[in-house]
């Protein structure tokens, strides 16, 4: 019996939700030790059985990480400060990028390494971060 066979009810073991989220199972192993909410059934031999609420936590935390753009820290952060449920479909844009520098020659250091431009670069970042 596959997974597709099964009601939405059913446990799925880790290689069912291993295929069906198309990530390894060391990938699954990994986001249990990350994010506390996500505790699959153990039974003997540490088989890993999750239940139809971790299949949904694995669903969204697989979408938030391959198709929404967060990394594993933003969804830890979002997982704890509300349930997840109003996530943005993509993460938002902070600032139209600035327009070009105008370049220094005598502040190029090395050879392809722009100054003015990386000096800019962090002060853009800067204001986004304060706001």
Known sequence: MTA???????????GELSQELGVAQHILRYWETKFPQLK????????RYYRPADVD???????????????????????????GDDAPEAPAIMAPPAPPVQLNPET???P?????RLVALRDRLADALDH
Not at 40 to 47: D, E, I, K, S, V
């Open 4 to 14: 597709a066979d099964k009601g939405p009810g059913a446990f799925r073991t880790i």
């Open 40 to 47: 699959p059934l153990q039974r003997a031999g540490n088989r």
């Open 57 to 83: 936590l694995a669903r969204k935390i697989h979408r938030l990480l391959s198709q929404d753009g967060y990394t594993v820290r933003g969804v830890q952060q979002l997982l704890r400060s509300k349930s």
């Open 108 to 110: 190029q250091t090395r």
């Open 112 to 116: 392809g390494v722009d100054i003015d």
